[in-house]
Nanobody, 126 residues
Framework: QVQLVESGGGSVQAGGSLRLSCTTWGYSFTPSCMGWFRQAPGKEREKIASNYLGDGGAWYADSVKGRFTISRDNAKNTLSLQMNSLKPEDTAMYYC???????????????????WGQGTQVTVSS
């Protein structure tokens, strides 16, 4: 059974940093595509970053570009999201997700990921 478990959320003041981690369990292979999504109260879920095979295939939403960095450690089955210069509008539940067996272009454009974590809350105060 595939499981994704996020950690690292919390509360921080505007301008601060947090690092989210997502550990995957149950895969017999390395998912080609993994990503981070977030959902704020009353808003639709938003994909903010994706990573294809952990090497040079990163994509970012404009809302986080230049502030967030996605990375993968395939040996440790871990996906990370370094979040710097946080803003109050970054407040949301953050989810990691996986989309195996797709091409790099699909990793960037698709939002219908197959596997999801339970989420971790990030709250940024002004």
């Amino acid at each position: 059974q595939v499981q994704l478990v996020e950690s690292g959320g919390g509360s921080v003041q505007a301008g601060g940093s947090l690092r989210l981690s997502c550990t995957t369990w149950g895969y017999s292979f390395t998912p080609s595509c993994m990503g981070w999504f977030r959902q704020a109260p009353g808003k639709e879920r938003e994909k903010i970053a994706s990573n294809y095979l952990g090497d040079g295939g990163a994509w970012y939403a404009d809302s986080v570009k230049g502030r967030f960095t996605i990375s993968r450690d395939n040996a440790k089955n871990t996906l990370s999201l370094q979040m710097n210069s946080l803003k109050p509008e970054d407040t949301a539940m953050y989810y990691c997700a996986a989309l195996p067996w797709v091409a790099a272009s699909e990793c960037r454009t698709r939002n219908d990921y197959n596997y999801w974590g339970q989420g971790t809350q990030v709250t940024v105060s002004s």
